[in-house]
């Protein structure tokens, strides 16, 4: 057996924006001591799409996430976890001729 398959990966696992996001919402949730099915129905949702949401399989609207950041009681952009900037080169790439087209 080839000794490489058995290595761990070294590289850093990249998470949707989904998923993060979900990630996020779930810890906020939880440091504010709600279960799921309190924050849902505080923002009017099923438990189901709350789930969803913190497994990175729904992709809410901004009604939603502005309903999430209210009832978790912080800003909109609290609800989205931290990047680290991007280099100068990846900036610089986003402007020239992208508009419009996702990567």
């Given at each position: 057996?080839?000794?490489?398959?058995?290595?761990?990966?070294?590289?850093?696992?990249?998470?949707?924006?989904?998923?993060?996001?979900?990630?996020?919402?779930?810890?906020?949730?939880?440091?504010?001591?709600?279960?799921?099915?309190?924050?849902?129905?505080?923002?009017?949702?099923?438990?189901?799409?709350m789930?969803?949401?913190?497994?990175?399989?729904?992709?809410?609207?901004?009604?939603?996430?502005?309903?999430?950041?209210?009832?978790?009681?912080?800003?909109?952009?609290?609800?989205?976890?931290l990047?680290?900037?991007?280099?100068?080169?990846?900036?610089?790439?986003?402007?020239?001729?992208?508009?419009?087209?996702?990567?």
């Amino acid at each position: 057996m080839d000794s490489r398959l058995a290595m761990p990966s070294r590289t850093a696992t990249v998470l949707s924006p989904q998923r993060a996001f979900g990630q996020r919402i779930r810890e906020l949730r939880l440091a504010q001591g709600l279960k799921q099915e309190e924050l849902a129905a505080h923002c009017g949702l099923f438990r189901t799409y709350m789930s969803r949401i913190e497994t990175g399989q729904a992709n809410p609207t901004l009604t939603m996430i502005h309903a999430l950041a209210t009832s978790l009681e912080v800003t909109v952009a609290d609800l989205f976890p931290l990047e680290e900037a991007p280099t100068q080169s990846s900036a610089q790439r986003s402007r020239t001729g992208t508009r419009g087209r996702v990567r």
